[in-house]
């Protein structure tokens, strides 16, 4: 058993290049128990692969990762984290449905066995809780985008982790999704879960952050208090998915 | 039902059963991580397995699957850690695959160009037992694997990224299913032939997926219409000269088109029950929608 005082996230002077081009460069993140923390930043400034990277997904090339005190190297303990990725348009080849989908988040805990009553029990409730519960049977092509990202939570939540990773779990969500998500993740965090989630901006999240972090070109530039949200970027329903470029300045209130 | 008592159309039914049920078993795999055409580059690997198995006066069987495993696992390999080349290196596995087969074939004193048209295109009639044993023995493998294994491939088609994440040994599994493939092109050959071997690993999932909403009853619905048209077309080549499996496939196409025209009817019924579902009320808008705020009229020009 870890010590309590173990951060559940330790990064230090994470590097990472994807094709020659330096992503990462040097970024020092924690994480510790009960804590959400936002990963924020613009397009581009490396939010996603900083994600990947604590899940061992992007190969780094300096620095180090260690997930509930154990070196990524080691880790084996995979049900205790929950990913949600991103969201691409990108479907796959066969009819999948919702359930079907949402089973495979508790495969970290059966691996090659066979599911018991608990796992089925266990994939219901994760589909209940992003209030999908009707649409269980339904096609996920059958679903709009906002649906389609909670099924990837629920997904997630089916292995009951300690640690949610969400990679923008907002963008490109209706209002109406963006509630349930925000209930959600409530509920989870009251009940001791561990959240890091890359968000574009705070939103109707932003009562539930401890801790803002904020990347630009791959470098960590503020950690702390989450910076208050100016201009339209406050008002709900803002367009989530417009392009920053890269050397725009972040309009985070605190830092400029 | 009197070829039920040929021996010949005996061992030719077993055949066409273990074909039809593990061509879509494995094919739906393949179709849900988008490499519908495998089976095809598998299928011309296999024949250079063939010409190997004529030259070295083997059993071609055993040899095809032997070289389809190889050549499925470096297309595989390709796939997982190849870049731009990619695709180049897998045509030339392709062509090289066909070209060596065709060259071992003439090669060998037995090997001729009827041998070479039978492994191409189906041939019933020349099942021998031995060739029941082996493709009993390699079926048995692949519903082991397709079956046994259907979540976690699902999982690792569905979500790569996402299955790793879970802890799932992924590397291993894309392995699997990659040699799984390979085996079934092998179990195929005897009755639809490699050129079409692909064609029934794809098409009964393309059809079944017109009607469906899971990715279970997907799988069921594809091994139906696998076997219902396999024994179809089997029990076809007994009455008429046709060629097994050009019959199999055409019948397979068919039913592909049937179900395409019954997608649409279907969905609205389907639609139309959901609605019945859920009552009278909750289906028509009858919200108040609140009345849009009006500009305020007095902006300063
Ligand atoms: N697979 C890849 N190959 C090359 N460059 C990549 C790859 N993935 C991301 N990048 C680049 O890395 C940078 C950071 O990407 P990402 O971490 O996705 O940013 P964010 O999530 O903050 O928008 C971007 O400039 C992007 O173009
Ligand atoms: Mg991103």
Redesign the pocket.
């Known amino acids: 058993m870890e010590s309590v005082a173990e951060p559940v996230i330790s990064v230090r002077g994470a590097r990472a290049t994807?094709?020659s081009?330096p992503?990462l460069r040097g970024v020092d993140l924690t994480v510790g128990r009960g804590e959400v923390v936002a990963l924020l930043?613009?397009?581009?400034?490396?939010?996603?692969?900083?994600v990947?990277s604590v899940i061992g997904q992007v190969p780094l090339t300096g620095g180090s990762v260690s997930l509930f005190g154990t070196e990524l190297r080691r880790f084996r303990a995979w049900s205790r984290v929950g990913y949600v990725p991103?969201r691409t348009t990108a479907t796959s080849g066969v009819p999948a449905t919702v359930r079907e989908v949402v089973a495979s988040g508790r495969l970290s805990r059966t691996r090659l066995g066979w599911p018991s009553r608990g796992d089925r029990a266990a994939v219901r409730r994760a589909i209940e809780l992003v209030g999908l519960a009707d649409r269980s049977r339904d096609s996920v092509s059958a679903l709009s985008g906002g649906q389609h990202q909670r099924v990837l939570i629920a997904r997630a939540l089916a292995a009951e982790p300690e640690l949610l990773i969400m990679?923008?779990p907002m963008a490109g969500v209706d209002l109406a999704s963006q509630e349930i998500l925000a209930g959600t993740l409530r509920e989870q965090v009251a009940a001791g879960t561990t959240v890091l989630l890359?968000l574009h901006e705070l939103g109707p999240l932003e009562p539930l952050i401890d801790r803002a972090v904020v990347?630009r070109d791959?470098c960590v530039v503020h950690d702390g208090p989450p910076p208050r949200a100016v201009g339209q970027h406050a008002l709900p329903g803002h367009d989530h998915v417009h392009p920053h470029a890269?050397d725009e300045p972040l309009r985070t209130g605190l830092l400029s | 039902m009197e070829f039920l008592q040929d021996p010949f159309m005996q061992r030719a039914l077993l055949a066409a059963v273990l074909v039809g049920v593990t061509a879509p078993a494995v094919g739906i795999h393949l179709v849900q991580r988008r490499q519908a055409l495998m089976g095809d580059g598998i299928g011309h690997v296999a024949l250079t397995g063939v010409g190997l198995g004529f030259l070295l006066s083997t059993n071609p069987v055993w040899m095809a699957t032997l070289v389809a495993v190889v050549g499925s696992v470096a297309m595989e390999l390709i796939r997982a850690y190849g870049r731009t080349r990619g695709d180049i290196a897998l045509a030339m596995l392709f062509y090289g695959g066909m070209a060596g087969g065709v060259m071992l074939m003439n090669l060998s004193g037995t090997g001729s160009n009827a041998n070479l048209t039978s492994y191409l295109f189906g041939s019933l009639s020349t099942v021998s037992d031995e060739d029941v044993v082996a493709i009993c023995l390699l079926a048995g493998f692949v519903l082991l694997v397709t079956v046994g294994l259907r979540r976690q491939l699902f999982a690792i088609s569905q979500d790569e990224e996402f299955a790793r994440v879970t802890g799932l040994p992924v590397r291993a599994l894309n392995l699997l299913v990659a040699v799984t493939a390979a085996v079934t092109v092998t179990v195929a050959m005897r009755v639809v032939g490699l050129l079409l071997v692909s064609a029934l690993m794809v098409v009964p999932v393309a059809a079944a997926q017109q009607v469906t909403r899971s990715f279970a009853v997907t799988f069921v619905v594809a091994v139906a219409i696998g076997v219902a048209v396999t024994l179809a077309g089997t029990v076809t080549t007994y009455y008429q000269d046709v060629p097994p499996g050009a019959t199999i496939v055409l019948l397979a196409i068919a039913v592909f088109v049937l179900f395409t025209a019954l997608a649409t009817p279907l969905a609205r019924r389907r639609s139309r029950a959901v609605e019945a579902a859920a009552g009278a009320a909750g289906t028509e808008c009858d919200v108040d929608v609140p009345a849009t705020r009006r500009p305020a009229g007095d902006a300063a020009v």
């Open positions: 994807l094709g081009r992503v930043g613009a397009n581009g400034s490396g939010k996603s692969t900083a990947r991103q990679d923008e890359v990347l791959g890269a």
